[in-house]
T-cell receptor
Framework: AQTVTQSQPEMSVQEAETVTLSCTYD???????LFWYKQPPSRQMILVIR??????QNATENRFSVNFQKAAKSFSLKISDSQLGDTAMYFC????????????FGTGTRLTIIP | NAGVTQTPKFRILKIGQSMTLQCAQD?????MYWYRQDPGMGLKLIYY???????DKGEVPNGYNVSRSTTEDFPLRLELAAPSQTSVYFC??????????????FGEGSWLTVV
């Protein structure tokens, strides 16, 4: 079974600064997907970014980027120029490839952006 | 675009009552899921379906039942509600095929309290 670990329950950072959220996972598979979801106070689950394990290039989406280290089984999320609207819970999630599309979630990191 | 629609959004149940959480998606997705999120925790998979007529258990299926008679609908039935089922329930869907990207889209959640 796959596991996902987020070791930072809470983080805070000043507005406009850069913050990195950590995630590690455990799997014996070589093909899989990794995701970061954002959950604001409304509880809506919003996809932030995704990474295919077979791709060496790190995914980026505007101010959001990942540092994917396959050998170390690490998948951190970097938020640049943080904004007040980035305040939310952030969940790291793992999915095996075709035929087993179920997400396994970490316990989340509560991020607060301070004005 | 409606996406994934869940009803009701809020519900209070008495111990021993039964109810059905409705979920519908209009994206012609083959996979559908039910997750629950307990306070301060990540999401855990209750049941999932890979297509009409096919369902399977996730991590925490006890106390729940599902059916998938159509591609669009995936209701979750709670029989004999217990306080331990107080949670936020998320329905989700994805289009899973080789090379698809496997992104899972979530509904807005249903807040259930059992008293």
């Amino acid at each position: 079974a796959q596991t996902v670990t987020q070791s930072q329950p809470e983080m805070s950072v000043q507005e406009a600064e850069t913050v990195t959220l950590s995630c590690t996972y455990d799997t014996s598979e070589s093909n899989y997907y990794l995701f970061w979801y954002k959950q604001p106070p409304s509880r809506q689950m919003i996809l932030v970014i995704r990474q295919e394990a077979y791709k060496q290039q790190n995914a980026t989406e505007n101010r959001f980027s990942v540092n994917f280290q396959k050998a170390a089984k690490s998948f951190s999320l970097k938020i640049s120029d943080s904004q007040l609207g980035d305040t939310a819970m952030y969940f790291c999630a793992f999915m095996l490839s075709f035929g087993n599309e179920k997400l396994t979630f970490g316990t989340g990191t509560r991020l607060t952006i301070i004005p | 675009n409606a996406g994934v629609t869940q009803t009701p959004k809020f519900r209070i149940l008495k111990i021993g009552q039964s109810m059905t959480l409705q979920c519908a998606q209009d994206m012609n997705h083959n996979y559908m899921y039910w997750y629950r999120q307990d306070p301060g925790m990540g999401l855990k998979l209750i049941y999932y379906s890979v297509g009409a007529g096919i369902t399977d258990k996730g991590e925490v299926p006890n106390g729940y039942n599902v059916s998938r008679s159509t591609t669009e609908d995936f209701p979750l039935r709670l029989e004999l509600a217990a306080p331990s089922q107080t949670s936020v329930y998320f329905c989700a869907s994805s289009l899973a095929h080789r090379g698809s990207g496997n992104t899972i889209y979530f509904g807005e959640g249903s807040w259930l309290t059992v008293v």
